[in-house]
C-alpha cells in the first residue's frame, strides 16, 4: 500500500504548526507521509505505531520524533479512560525550520544530533515525556510567541534525553540514511543495511571500522545502544514484518529471505521482539495494507 501524502496546515503567523487532536472513537489507520519533522504524544489510548517497516505497540503517554517523508500511521485499539477521547497532540516543523535553529542559535547546538537521530524516528524515554508532557498540553491555549518558546524548551529537553531510542530503519523501507557523526560507524551500519540477509561475523565489522574486536563492541553499543548482532536481528526482523504485511509468501520463505536458515530460530525472534508469532502478526496488521 502506497503511502498517502499529506499537505500539513499552516498558518501565516506561526512557523510551525500545532494539532490537538481528539478522537473519541478511535485514531483510524491513516498510512501517510509528508516533508515535515513530526513529534507526536499519544495520550490515552493504546494500539499499534507503524513507521516505515517497523510495527509496535503504543500507550499512554507516547512520544515520538519522525523525519522527514517517513510513511507512518497510528492506529488505536482501546482507549484507557472510556469517558475520555484518544488524544494525539502533533507538532510539525520543516527541516528548514530545523536547520535554521540549530544554525542561528548556538545554543540549541545540542537538537542537531537528536534531528541527525530522526532522519527514521525516535521513541522518548517515560522520563522525558513526564518532564515535557505539561509543557505540549499547555500549548494548546497558548499564544503564538508562547507556544515558540515552550517548544524550544521541549527540544532542549528532548535533545538531552539519554534513554531515547532510535526505531531502526529497515532494508527496502524508506528512510533517509541513518546519519552518524563517526565515519566508523556510518560504514559498519552502511554494510549492514546492505547484507543484513547473509551471515555476518562480528570480526569482519571489526575489520571494516578498523579497530579491535573489543573496541568495536563498545563503539557499536556507544551510538545504537544495541550489539552488533541484536542489530542485525532487529533489522531482520523490521524486513520480515513488511513482508507479512504486504504479501502472502509463506512464513518459510520469508525467513530465508531475511537470513534465517532456521524457521524454529525466526518465530523465537520474531516473537521475543514482536510478542506475537509471524502468522498472528500477518493476520493482525495485514488488513491495514489491502
Keep these: 500500500m502506497k503511502p498517502s501524502f499529506e499537505k500539513v496546515p499552516t498558518e501565516a503567523a506561526t512557523s510551525w504548526t500545532l494539532l490537538n487532536r481528539r478522537l473519541p472513537d478511535a485514531i483510524p489507520f491513516e498510512w501517510h507521509h509528508h516533508p515535515e519533522y513530526e513529534l507526536t504524544l499519544t495520550l490515552n489510548s493504546r494500539g499499534h505505531r507503524y513507521i516505515s517497516n517497523d510495527v509496535a505497540r503504543y500507550d499512554d503517554g507516547d512520544l515520538i520524533l519522525v523525519g522527514p517523508n517517513i510513511p507512518h500511521s497510528w492506529s488505536s485499539a482501546e482507549r484507557i479512560d472510556e469517558d475520555q477521547p484518544h488524544v494525539a497532540l502533533v507538532i510539525w516543523f520543516s527541516a528548514a525550520w530545523a536547520d535554521s535553529l540549530v544554525t542561528l542559535f548556538p545554543e540549541m547546538a545540542a537538537v542537531r544530533p537528536l534531528l541527525a537521530a530522526a532522519q527514521h524516528a525516535v521513541s522518548f524515554s517515560g522520563r522525558a515525556f513526564s518532564e515535557v508532557r505539561s509543557s505540549i498540553e499547555a500549548m494548546v491555549n497558548q499564544t503564538p510567541p508562547q507556544r515558540l518558546i515552550a517548544l524550544l524548551t521541549v527540544l532542549d529537553r528532548l535533545a538531552r534525553d539519554a534513554d531515547a531510542t532510535r526505531i531502526l530503519p529497515t532494508p527496502g523501507g524508506q528512510a533517509g540514511d541513518q546519519i552518524v557523526e ?97 502468522s498472528a502478526f500477518r493476520q493482525t496488521h495485514s488488513h491495514h495494507f489491502q
Excluded: W
Aim: hydrophobic share 45%; aromatic share 8%.
Design 182 to 278: 563517526d565515519a566508523r560507524i556510518h560504514r559498519v551500519l552502511h554494510y549492514l543495511h546492505g547484507n543484513y540477509a547473509r551471515a555476518i561475523n562480528v570480526a569482519e565489522l571489526a575489520e571494516l571500522a578498523c579497530v579491535s574486536l573489543s573496541a568495536f563492541h563498545r563503539m557499536f553499543r556507544r551510538h545504537t545502544r544495541c550489539t552488533a548482532l541484536d542489530y542485525i536481528v532487529r533489522l531482520r526482523i523490521g524486513h520480515a514484518c513488511a513482508l507479512l504485511m504486504q504479501g502472502d509468501s509463506p512464513v518459510s520463505i520469508i525467513a530465508e529471505e531475511v537470513g534465517y536458515s532456521s524457521l524454529a530460530l525466526f518465530n523465537r525472534q520474531f516473537k521475543a521482539l514482536k510478542g506475537l508469532t509471524p
